[in-house]
């Protein structure tokens, strides 16, 4: 009995002294990530001046690397006849039961806004009897497990509604789906509409399959669409006509089905098939072309078409998805070949000559678009995932190719916060249609994050993708005037910004959500022959693009707008399912749920970050509070003629 007793209190003492441990370990992780991540700064912005931002946009001031406006695009979002793998992948319906799933915080993270997980077709308040998944992230990918609960539930969480599931949500109850903006067809009206804000940027890309609509197995000849290549090319010259330099993308989440067939970037004779397409769109379009962006959002497109398995071209087994974190993995092995396709795409279009562009002799400027989201957990014992996911996500990839780039393009969103096995949706927080939460703060945490890295290269950043989802129109503004405060902010740090593009022109297909999310400036309607209706905030992006200014009573303007929202509790769409624990499920929704505005201050270099949520931090918060010295927080005001103080 005394045995017992004493290997009864030793075993105690094991696990006592195990999650001491554990505890302790994660606590010092997150105090690490919290000094580098999360303390509070001083905004360098001079609040209560009426100019709150000035650009150098002046064309005639004689300055070489004078700031630009652009607005950016895609052509698996915009143009029309176009067979490519986006539209076999949305085309295909199953009549098997697919489960509502949690997101997957590592796959979640790396997803653009507008890139989800697997679509589901979905509405709220439904009781059912399921098999219900809980997917314990990353860990859960590598030993390639899931464990099931057999439950009754009666929620506020999506259920399906039908025997049918679709690859790509709201996007088969919408009128003509695969015209998308009618661009290939008829690009002077979205061309227009962009020379119209007065911007001096144009972001488009060219579509290898269609430039290859077949894989180049007997000589590229056999293969090449070269009317599609003079289509491009006139309208590239269309682009121009209108005063715009243009920025060309090469490989912007778009992989012909053919290259899916056989495995796409996981094998390296992808790399000759994408020189074959790079050398010609190079030959042919390369006086016109002023930036050139090779690869947009990589780590993107390998986690969720190789890893997850829910893009188009991936169809992982189960093996590649156990073992898709490791070294070894599908995620890396892709990641390697599209690095040293970057590489010799970069030196490529530097070996040519350019004694026509712009009238002068000028070198390409050639780089790629980086996605960049800052992440932060929730609770103590998230740190680990977001660690991970920065590992995989934030640098391995630009380090890589480091040396072969004339600028970093970063296409930054918003922010996510992670919790346990997924994505929590922070009931405090503003969050964008498609669940990327709104935080101006961490575009200028992430640029002087990325300057410290990389400013030995001595080349300068652009902002090739920043946008929101948002139909309403409310959020978009103040998102806009914010962001580019956050990037002036970094300026005056000594960050070198070159330009900054707004995504997008008009509403258009956002990947695996369909045409539900709304991220244009101009808002179209598909049921009247994709009629184009400019948005107030179009008219706004137009008169700081034209003065190269932002105002204080523009922003006070357009925050009061939005908090006047919240305050009489008005509500928006909103494209993602939520369980009754707070995580978003994975995929978007055919139909919007209604999310109120939050009344919370996330202004640039406003916004409070809160302490961490689980329940033994908040204990500890509880138990040290009395103890520990606050700064007064002053509440917002509703007069117009505030004068609001740095921080």
């Known amino acids: 009995m005394a045995f017992v007793t004493l290997m009864f209190v030793t075993a105690t003492k094991v696990a006592g002294l195990l999650v001491t441990v554990t505890i302790a370990a994660n606590a010092f992780s997150f105090s690490r990530y919290r000094k580098k991540n999360l303390l509070p700064f001083q905004t360098p912005i001079d609040e209560s001046s009426d100019i709150l931002a000035s650009f150098n946009v002046d064309p005639t001031d004689g300055v070489e690397d004078k700031f630009f406006f652009g607005l950016a695009t895609a052509p698996a979002h915009v143009e029309d006849k176009l067979d490519d793998a986006w539209v076999q992948f949305a085309e295909e319906t199953s009549c098997e039961k697919v489960e509502a799933q949690p997101a997957d915080a590592l796959i979640g993270s790396a997803a653009g806004d507008g890139g989800s997980q697997p679509a589901s077709s979905l509405e709220p308040n439904k009781s059912l009897k399921r098999r219900k998944s809980v997917k314990v992230a990353m860990e859960a990918m ?5 464990k099931y609960i057999e439950e009754e539930e009666e929620e506020n969480k999506p259920a399906p509604i039908d025997e049918h599931t679709h690859n790509v949500a709201a996007w088969h109850n919408v009128p003509n789906p695969q015209e998308r903006l009618k661009f290939w067809s008829d690009p002077d009206i979205e061309l227009k509409l962009a020379k119209d804000t ?6 488009m890309g060219i579509d290898w399959a269609r430039v290859m609509p077949k894989e180049p197995i007997g000589g590229i000849k056999e293969s090449v669409n070269y009317a599609a290549l003079e289509r491009y090319k006139w309208i590239i ?51 016109m072309v002023d930036y050139w962006v090779t690869f947009n959002e990589p780590h993107v497109f390998c986690m969720l078409t190789y890893c997850a398995g829910t893009w188009p071209g991936g169809n992982p087994d189960m093996l590649e998805v156990a073992t898709s974190a490791l070294p070894t993995g599908v995620f890396n092995q892709a990641m390697h070949w599209m690095a040293v396709a970057h590489s010799k795409a970069y030196d490529f279009i530097h070996q040519q000559s350019y004694p026509f562009c712009c009238s002068t002799f000028k070198k390409p400027i050639v780089g790629i678009a980086h996605h960049v989201s800052f992440m932060r957990p929730y609770g103590l014992f998230d740190i680990g995932l977001v660690s991970l996911a920065n590992s995989l996500a934030l640098f391995p990839y630009m380090d890589s190719i480091a ?15 992670v919790s346990g096995a997924g994505l929590r949706l922070v009931e405090t927080d503003e969050y964008s249609e498609s669940g990327r939460g709104v935080y101006p703060d961490g575009l200028f945490r992430m640029l002087l994050q990325f300057h410290d890295r990389y400013k030995h290269l001595n080349i300068p950043f652009i902002i090739t993708e920043n946008g929101v989802s948002d139909e309403t129109d409310l959020i978009r503004r103040p998102y806009m005037l914010e962001h580019l405060l956050a990037l002036y902010a970094a300026m005056i740090m000594g960050v070198p910004v070159l330009g900054y593009l707004f995504w997008t022109v008009s509403d258009n297909w956002e990947w695996a959500d369909g045409y539900g999310p709304k991220f244009g400036l101009v808002a179209v309607d598909r049921a ?10 179009y008219h706004l992006f137009s008169k700081v693009v034209t003065t190269g200014k932002i105002t204080r009573q523009d922003r006070i303007r357009a925050w009061s707008e939005l908090r006047g929202a919240s305050k009489e509790g008005k509500t928006r769409p909103f494209y993602r399912g939520v369980d009754k624990n707070g995580l978003m499920y994975a995929g978007g929704l055919d139909e919007p749920i209604h999310r109120p505005y939050i009344d919370r201050d996330w202004r640039f270099g406003h916004y409070k970050m809160e302490g961490l949520q689980d329940p033994l931090s908040r204990w500890s918060r509880y138990l040290l509070g009395p103890f520990s010295f606050k700064r007064k927080i002053h509440p917002q005001t509703d007069d117009e003629e505030l004068v609001l103080q740095p921080i």
Do not use: C
Request: aromatic letters at 14%; charged letters at 25%.
């Open 528 to 537: 009247n022959g994709l009629a184009r209706i400019p948005r107030p905030s």
């Open 237 to 287: 010259r269309r682009v121009r006509s209108y005063g715009m330099k243009v920025m060309l993308t090469l490989f912007h989440h778009s992989l012909p089905p053919w290259a899916g067939d056989y495995g796409g970037w996981k094998l390296e004779k992808t790399i000759d098939y994408f020189m074959d397409f790079t050398r010609l769109v190079v030959g042919t379009v390369s006086d």
């Open 198 to 203: 007065g911007i001096s940027v144009f972001r």
């Open 403 to 417: 040396d072969k780039m004339d600028f970093i393009g970063m296409n930054y969103y918003g922010q996510e916060v």
């Open 142 to 146: 590598i030993r390639g497990f899931e």
